[in-house]
Each structure stands twice: as structure tokens, then as C-alpha cells.
């Protein structure tokens, strides 16, 4: 039996405004390849299907496309949990209509632990595989809050909640496995205590100070594989080879660029797994170049011989003032497949913040506010500031907009 753990697809995830519908689409058909070229029998998708709990509806065609030929496939069972980054009742509404196809939503603790325990048959319809999948947990899902209670004492309720439910939920999907002899296999979106994030990988602290991480002993033994999903890069939980976060398969930002992203195959002889991972091609790579304006210009330069396409950051940090820096970006890459998604000037922004009172952070400040202070750091005289000014709130405006469309 041949098992694929994937997570954290995001999908609709923008990068500076830029959603990225074109590669999460070609990851989608090269993942659909893979399970039908290899014949998989089970697909689980350990949450974050979804960058919002509002997806656009072009995020959400391309997952019932996705769904709709890994259905069509020899794949027996697809199951989804929800993420901290999904909507449950969004994943949820067309639950029953999936089951038909032997793809299997859960998205909410049910009052009945058994009810998150799934219990998976072969092509001959014998029992083959115990799955208990647990969902994200909010809050509001597993603690019963008491008036007056401090930070403290809700976090350790949180944490009693969540272990409470994993043992609930486990210990009625030990009972079938011991029963039936059949492998077991947990999934859960989590921050297990000792998982390793890296700057600017995108995860979302799910509360302040990270105070719910969530120990490692609330795994029992009995599991033969654990799929969880939160974390973006490829681990191991605990140094256990086969309790595994499979980790975002895209770079989820420019300070990942070059990282390889995979996907982990689990194939099963009787109940022990082997684990093995696969490398996802990277289907449009991110460059982040920096430097002064030489710098710059040469590395977009060499990019541009390679005739590679991609998606490119650029960070100005040299001294000099530079006119029309953006002009001269843009020229570079004209007509080529790069696409330059931000130009950042740090010198500007370095000025700009020393014009800032003490106290004053940049992250405090609106865009206006920012934008104002750069045209009187640039001396641009007073009688253009209006027609300026109107213009870059008329470009806000369209962001906002596309933001809620897409
Ligand atoms: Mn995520």
C-alpha cells in the first residue's frame, strides 16, 4: 500500500499582490501525474489547502480539478483535514457530495471522537487502513472557557483540550488496528514542540510567544505513521522517521528562494512504513538579488541570459541615489519571462525612518503616512504632493479591490 502526505498548499497565496495561480496549478497537475504514474493508493492532505478562509474562486477551481482527477485515478481514498489557514464550514459544504468519491473532509472535532476515526478499504473491499484524522483545533472547538480565568490558565486548558482529543480520538483508532492488524496512521495540523521554522517561511504563529506547541508524548506509540501539516519545511517530529511534517511544497516566499520542496511517499508492507521523499520540481523559481545598482543590473542581466523565468525581489542597498531605479529594473527584464515583483529601496526607507519620532514604528504607519514622508525626504515640491498623493491612494484603492475579487 502506497501512501502520499502532502500539506500547506496555500493555495491563493499572493506574493506582493501576485497570486499564484500558475504554479500552484502546474504543482497540482505534476502531483495528480505522480499519484496516478505511481500508482497511489491513498493521498492525505494534512490542512492549509487554502491561503484564506475566503478563497477566490480560481483557488478553489483549481482544487475540485485537482480533486476531480485524482478521483478519476486508481488513488482508493483521498483524506483532507483543515488547516488554522481554512475555512472549516468553506471545506466542509460539499463534504457529501466528495464522500462519493471516496474523498474524505474533516474539518471540525465531531462530538463523537469514532466520527474522526476513518476506516479505509482495499480494491477488495477489506479493511486496509485506520485513519485518524484531527483536524485543526481551535479554541472555541475544545475548551469550554471559565469566567476569569488568566492567559495562563487558558493556555493550559488549551493544551488539556487538545491532548484530551487526541487521546479520545486514537484510542478508538488503536482499538480497530489491534482488532483488524492493519496499519494506523494520525493526522493532525500542529506546532509539535521542537519543529523548526526558518525566517520568512511563511508560518503563522498561532498565538503569542508560541505558547502552544504542542508536546510530542501526545502521539501514542501505536501510530505507524503521523502526517501533520503547519510546519513549511520537510521534518522529522521528534527524530522519528515515521512521524513527519511533509512540508509546504512551494517556497512560500522570496527568503526561500533555491529550497528544495517536496512531498513524502509512505509505502506500507504489513503495518511498518518506509518513508521516502519526493522532490517537487520547481515550477517558477524566485530570485532575490541585492546590492547597488551594478550589482543588481548584472545579476538581472545573467538571469536573463540563462532565459530563465521567474519571479524576482529586488533590494537596493547602495549608497548612491539613483535615479529612475525602477525604469532601469524594468528594462532589464523587459520582454524577457522574469517578472519583478518589488523593488525595495532600503536607503530611501533608511531615510525615511530616521525623519520618524522616537517610538514611532514603520509597521504603526499607514501607507499614505509612509508615502508622504518619502515625497518630502525626495524635496518634491509642494505644489505636485496633491496630484501624487491622489494617485498612489487611487492605487491602494485598486489593490484593496483586487484583494477582495480574487
Ligand atoms: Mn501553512
Not at 492567559?151 to 484510542?171: P, T
Not at 522529522?236 to 511534517?245: H, L, M
Request: proline letters at 4%; aromatic letters at 6%; hydrophobic letters at 40%.
Amino acid at each position: 500500500m502506497l501512501l502520499l502526505h502532502t500539506s500547506d498548499w496555500h493555495i491563493g497565496r499572493a506574493l506582493y499582490g501576485r497570486r499564484r495561480y500558475r504554479e500552484t496549478g502546474r504543482f497540482l497537475d505534476w502531483l495528480a501525474d505522480w499519484i496516478e504514474e505511481h500508482l497511489v493508493d491513498v493521498l492525505l492532505v494534512a490542512g492549509d489547502i487554502f491561503d484564506t478562509s475566503t478563497p477566490g474562486n480560481r483557488a478553489q477551481s483549481l482544487y475540485y480539478r485537482f480533486l476531480c482527477r485524482v478521483a478519476a485515478s486508481a488513488c482508493r481514498h483521498v483524506v483532507v483535514i483543515s488547516g488554522n489557514h481554512d475555512s472549516p464550514s468553506l471545506l466542509a459544504a460539499p463534504r457529501e457530495l466528495l464522500r462519493e468519491l471516496r474523498i474524505h473532509v474533516i474539518t471540525a472535532p465531531a462530538p463523537d471522537p469514532a466520527d474522526q476515526v476513518l476506516l479505509l478499504d482495499d480494491a477488495e473491499g477489506r479493511p486496509e487502513l485506520v485513519v485518524c484524522a484531527v483536524p485543526y483545533l481551535r479554541d472555541r472547538d475544545i475548551r469550554r472557557s471559565a469566567p476569569g480565568e488568566s492567559m495562563a490558565e487558558k493556555q493550559a486548558r488549551l493544551l488539556e483540550g487538545i491532548r484530551a482529543h487526541y487521546r479520545a480520538v486514537c484510542a478508538h483508532g488503536i482499538r480497530l488496528r489491534n482488532e483488524l492488524d492493519i496499519p494506523l496512521v494520525a493526522m493532525g495540523h500542529l506546532f509539535a514542540a521542537g519543529g523548526q521554522v526558518v525566517d520568512g517561511d511563511g508560518v503563522r504563529e498561532l498565538a503569542v510567544g508560541g505558547l502552544d506547541r504542542v508536546e510530542t508524548d501526545i502521539f501514542p506509540p501505536e501510530i505507524d505513521y503521523l502526517a501533520l501539516g503547519h510546519l513549511h519545511q520537510a521534518q522529522r517530529v521528534g527524530g522519528a522517521d515515521n512521524r513527519r511534517y511533509s512540508g509546504a511544497p512551494l517556497a512560500m516566499g522570496f527568503a526561500e528562494a533555491g529550497r528544495e520542496k517536496s512531498v513524502l511517499a509512505v509505502r506500507f508492507t504489513g503495518r511498518r512504513p518506509a518513508v521516502q521523499k519526493v522532490p517537487v520540481p520547481c515550477f517558477r523559481p524566485l530570485y532575490r538579488i541585492s546590492g547597488d545598482l551594478e550589482t543588481i543590473l548584472s545579476g538581472l542581466a545573467e538571469l536573463v541570459q540563462q532565459g530563465e523565468g521567474g519571479l524576482v525581489e529586488v533590494i537596493y542597498t547602495g549608497d548612491a541615489v539613483v535615479a529612475g531605479l525602477g525604469d532601469q529594473v524594468f528594462a532589464a527584464v523587459d520582454g524577457t519571462d522574469l517578472e519583478v515583483l518589488s523593488i525595495r529601496n532600503t536607503r530611501a526607507v533608511a531615510r525615511a525612518m530616521a525623519r520618524m519620532h522616537s517610538g514611532e514604528a514603520l509597521e504603526e504607519m499607514d501607507e499614505e503616512e509612509v508615502f508622504r514622508r518619502l515625497l518630502e525626504d525626495r524635496g518634491v515640491p509642494e505644489r505636485q504632493r496633491g496630484d501624487l498623493e491622489n494617485c498612489f491612494r487611487e492605487i491602494l484603492l485598486t489593490l484593496h479591490e483586487q484583494d477582495r475579487d480574487a
